[in-house]
């Protein structure tokens, strides 16, 4: 019998942390080494990835955007497109908690995967008590 490695999923929060070394992103390099030993599995759903894009497009311009994408799929991780069980799933987390609809994804995934959702955004302790939560900062 061989144990499969634990399954993360980082939300924008997460992978801004490590990208502009925030605090917590120790903690998200830390998972990310544990990936590229495969001793853990790392998943970001493309809901999320489109944020942290915006994000950065907005604030800093569509060359770091770029930039900040190619670094993203150089990453061991997954990049999880987005089904539409999965869209539903999200739609439900987002009717029935406080919560945007760009995180619901990140928290559907999490779910549908067995997964622990790594983040530091507090509005995913509306989810908390249905998707396992790794702070990246004391809550």
Do not use: C
């Not at 144990?3 to 490590?18: E, F, I, N, T």
């Not at 994408?69 to 999965?86: G, H, M, N």
């Amino acid at each position: 019998m061989t144990d499969r490695p634990v399954a993360y999923v980082l939300d924008s929060y997460a992978l801004l942390a490590h990208f502009e070394a925030e605090p917590g992103g120790l903690l998200v390099r830390g998972l990310l080494e544990a990936a590229r030993d495969q001793m853990a599995t790392l998943y970001v759903s493309l809901i999320n990835a489109g944020e942290l894009y915006y994000t950065t497009h907005r604030e800093r311009g569509a060359r770091q955007a770029e930039t900040l994408l190619a670094d993203l799929r150089e990453l061991p991780l997954t990049l999880s497109p987005v089904s539409e069980e999965r869209i539903f799933a999200a739609a439900r987390l987002k009717a029935e908690h406080s919560i945007s609809y760009a995180d619901a994804f990140a928290a559907a995934l999490a779910q549908e995967l067995g997964a622990t959702l790594v983040t530091g955004d507090p509005e995913f302790k509306a989810v908390e008590p249905v998707t396992p939560v790794m702070w990246l900062l004391d809550r």
